[in-house]
C-alpha cells in the first residue's frame, strides 16, 4: 500500500495485479512510502501489501492522509489472478513450498491460507487475500476508484488528472497459463473467492459502459 506524497495519492497494492509496474514507475520503494517486508511481532507484514484495515490497525498513516489522497487499485480476472500466482510462487519458491505443487494442491494451500486467515504465517502468504479486503473495509467502499488490469493502458489515462502521466512497464508478466484453466480448476476459484467475482463482474460492467 505505497503512498505517493509528490502526487498525493495511496495506491493499494493487491498482488499479482500489475502493482510492481505502478511502484517502480512512481519510485514508490522505500519504507517510508511503506514498501518492504517488516517483523512485527510473531508476524511477517508486506507493507505494500497493506489493507485499509491493516491501516487502521496499525495506524501507520495519519487518518487525514487517508481522508485526503486519492486512493486507487487495480483488480483482475480472479482465476487469472491465482493461477499467475501459482506459477510466481514456483519461481520465487522463498519457503520451498511450491516448487513441486500441483496446481490443485496450490488450490488446497490457497483454502487453508484463506480459511485459516494465516496471511502473515511467511513472506508472501498475504497473496492469497481476497481482493474485496483492498477495496472495503468493514463493508464499505474505501478506495476512490478501482481499474481493471486488462484495460490498464486506458484506465490509468482516465485518471491521470489525479495521479500524473504514466508510462507503464510490462514487470513480473506470468507465462502463459492457458493450460490450468480446467473448469474444474475455474470452478474451485470461482468457490474460494466469490466475493472476488462478484466484484470483478460488477466492476467490469461499469466500465464497459465507461467505455462503449
Given amino acids: 500500500m505505497p503512498i505517493c506524497q509528490k502526487n ?34 510473531d508476524q511477517e507484514r508486506t507493507l505494500h501489501h497493506l489493507t485499509p484495515g491493516d491501516l487502521e490497525e496499525l495506524g501507520l498513516v495519519d487518518p487525514s492522509v487517508l481522508e485526503s489522497y486519492f486512493k486507487f487499485t487495480i483488480i483482475r480476472d480472479p482465476f487469472s489472478r491465482m493461477a499467475s500466482d501459482y506459477l510466481w510462487q514456483q519461481r520465487y519458491d522463498r519457503h520451498n513450498l511450491f516448487k513441486s505443487m500441483q496446481f490443485s494442491d496450490y488450490l488446497d494451500f490457497a483454502e487453508s491460507v484463506v480459511k485459516n486467515q494465516r496471511y502473515f504465517e511467511k513472506v508472501h502468504f498475504d497473496h492469497f487475500r481476497p481482493m474485496v479486503s483492498y477495496c472495503l473495509n468493514g463493508g464499505e467502499l474505501v478506495v476512490d476508484d478501482i481499474l481493471l488490469l486488462e484495460n490498464i493502458d486506458i484506465e490509468l489515462k482516465r485518471i491521470q488528472p489525479l495521479i500524473g502521466v504514466v508510462d507503464l512497464p510490462r514487470i513480473n508478466a506470468s507465462p502463459s497459463y492457458q493450460h490450468l484453466s480446467t473448469r474444474e480448476n475455474i470452478d474451485r476459484v470461482r468457490i474460494l473467492y466469490e466475493e472476488d467475482w462478484l466484484l470483478y463482474e460488477r466492476i467490469q460492467a461499469l466500465h464497459h459502459s465507461l467505455y462503449r
Avoid: A, D
Fill in 8 to 41: 498525493k495519492f495511496i495506491f493499494l497494492h493487491i498482488p499479482r495485479c500489475g502493482g510492481t509496474s505502478i511502484e517502480r514507475v512512481f519510485n514508490l520503494r522505500s519504507k517510508q512510502q511503506l514498501f518492504g517486508v517488516v517483523r512485527m511481532g
